[in-house]
């Protein structure tokens, strides 16, 4: 068996990796793979439902053992996946030891303490989320990194028309939580300037932070003013914050928080999408499915979008890549107390975003003849193959 301890559901990025892992799992045939911890967020059609059911009630089942035995790690015959924090402690309690123990990270931050490295080495062995999480890894001494990146839902994810919700308005899609990592503030400093030469265009945003108590901090790249305020009924002004910040009103659309489900239909309606993250542990979720739907897709070229772009560093680089639109001039990115370690990270440059839109908006056939060729990539980053590429490497 495999225990998967973090929350799964799908309103998050660990959640929707646990969940695609458990349904994977459970079709006849798989190594099953059980929730250590209590799902969160779970809406399931009635056939995923099914299919998870048998998973969920063991999970209900080991809860209910662990919670009469508490202060104790219960030891389970199974490989236990642990989703590890950037210091490699786990990011739920763990209530429960496998008879194999492998760490599961995605992390942004590259200051890792010795303590932190000590930790990580304990593992049988450590899944890195990205090719550049697995380089820094190795490069800091460790020897039991694998990669096993993340996967995308072909069945929601793949070209379709436009339903024509918004008119004959030039869209771009730009997604993530709003955070300075995420570089919405490059984006949104593009989108103004690509704006004033296109007054028809829109930016349809899903860059609502389920966490704004925690601070944003956008203002820290010194391109926009400001966070967003917070609404009275919750959540972040951000169509307020791009009128504060230049942008007229009705050039943006804040989509709120979206539940994956619905967000096929919104990256539908887009023309392009855009992607100007300073910093990505994993290879970002949202910038795959958006290549899925075959979206002329703009990405900056560092940490864990080079997977993305080119996903055999022996066979290709960013410079050549003609699936997405890389954004190759790439600054240094100062560190900050929340995050003291930035190496790789990157700074991309609004002008040369600015011209990656252009490019779009000009040849429509080049456009969507990279969009095909994104979607086309992004069918052998299915969830199947990329789960079994995790499993495959497991301790028996």
Known sequence: MIGIDWRIGGAYGWGVFGL?????????????????????????????????APALAEQRRLDALAAAHPGH??????????GLAFDMQPIVPARFAGRHEVGVVFFENTALSRPALERAAAYDRVVAG??????????????????????????????????GLLGDRFVV?????LEHRKGQDIALTAFRRFHARHPEALLLTAWQNPFPQLGIGMAA?????????????GGLDIAGWAQANGLPPGSVIDCGLVPQRHLPVLLREADAALFTNR??????????????????????????HLDLIAPDPAAADPAGDTA?????????????????????????????????????????????????????????????????????????
Not at 280 to 304: D, F, R, Y
Request: proline fraction near 9%; include cysteine; glycine fraction near 12%.
């Open 221 to 233: 790249g010194g391109l926009v003013d400001g966070d967003p305020a917070l609404l009275p009924g």
């Open 73 to 82: 790690a219960l030891k389970l015959d199974a490989t236990v996946l642990r």
């Open 324 to 396: 997405c639109y890389p954004l190759l001039r790439q600054g240094p990115v100062p560190p900050t107390d929340r995050c003291p370690g930035t190496e790789g990270w990157g700074e991309s440059d609004p002008d040369e975003a600015v011209a990656a839109l252009e490019a779009i908006h000009t040849d429509r056939a080049e456009a969507r003849r990279r969009g095909a060729a994104a979607a086309d990539r992004m069918r052998s980053w299915s969830w199947a193959e990329q789960i079994a590429r995790l499993t495959a490497q497991l301790p028996c």
């Open 173 to 177: 899609f730009a997604g993530g939580k």
């Open 20 to 52: 695609n892992l458990a349904l994977d799992c459970a079709r006849p045939g798989r190594r099953p793979a059980v929730p250590l911890a209590a799902p969160m967020d779970l809406d399931l059609g009635p056939l995923h439902a099914r299919l998870l």
């Open 130 to 163: 990205s090719g550049w999480n697995a380089a820094v890894l190795r490069g800091l001494g460790l020897g039991n990194v694998v990669l096993a990146p993340q996967g995308v839902d072909g069945t929601l994810f793949h070209p379709a028309p436009k339903a």
């Open 279 to 304: 910093c990505e542990g994993g290879t970002n979720l949202v910038a795959m499915e958006a290549m899925a739907c075959g979206l002329p897709t703009v990405l900056s070229a560092n940490t864990g």
